[in-house]
């Protein structure tokens, strides 16, 4: 694995406030590297920072090995990035967008243009003007405007922000296809654990200023466990018996059955346990959305003891 994005004791302090409070954290090439946290977190400052847009307090940031300090324009050149909303001249099309942009960066070809309009599935739509594109469409766009100088590390502020669950699921793919094809290294930052649960291969937990956990998103999702919903008769009943027997899983119980979040292996003895107590089965799904709550309690512990 070789890291190009480095960020060393990175803090932000704005008018005596510690905003970002020495972050650091690596991400390599060919990653999708998540940065998770609640609103107000410091996820678009802290990507801010790492793009050039704002001055870092302390600490550093090297791309590609060169600080964003001493070698901006080094380590910028490695940078493709939508931050706030991307720039767009909304009564030109979105081709005439793109050719505007080429012409501020170096050796875009019209067919490195037409490739990645191709990649980000504009191609019907791009000679319409930009005033007629949906939210998703100008996502695209501002995606193909931020690729056009191949960059070796893409960086997504909230990049699903208002978008329908079809357009989440095309971001989704072209990250991975991104990261996958072009070793590109991918930032993306969110709130949504659910999200970044398909998109990454690591996340990073943001709070208050303060990373206070990273992870292979493989390892978080297994150590919160996977939500189960047993349908089962009669449901409370059920849940005393699993609260006594998986006290940690905090069974919780409804009309229709029981929530459980468990390891999947443990199912088998669940079902053993429940048949001989005369519990009636009908049903046992995943549910998976222990993810959720898993982050929550990762915010909630470091969150309330760090804020202090
Ligand atoms: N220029 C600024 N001046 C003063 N405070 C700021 C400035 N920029 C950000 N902050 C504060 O820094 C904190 C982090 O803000 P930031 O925008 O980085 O959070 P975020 O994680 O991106 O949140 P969101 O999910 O809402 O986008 C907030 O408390 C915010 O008020
Ligand atoms: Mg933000």
Known sequence: MEPIVELKNVTKVIKGRTIIDKISFQVNKGEVFGFLGPNGAGKTTTIRMIVGLMAITQGDI???????KTGFEDAVRHIGAIVENPEMYKFLTGYQNLIHYARMT????????AETVELVGLTDRIHDKVKTYSLGMRQRLGLAQCLLHEPQVLILDEPTNGLDPAGIREIRDYVRRLAREKDMAVIVSSHLLSEMEMMCDRIGIIQDGRLIDVQQIK???QASGTAFELEVTPAEKAAVILQQHYPEARPTYSRDGVTIALPKQEIPSLVKLLVDQEIHIFGIKEAGKTLEDRFLEVTGEKGAAGRG
């Not at 170096?106 to 243009?113: E, H, S």
Request: hydrophobic share 35%.
């Open 62 to 68: 090297t791309i590609g090995g060169s600080s964003i």
């Open 219 to 221: 390892e978080f999702v």
């Open 106 to 113: 170096t050796n875009v070809t019209k067919q490195k243009i």
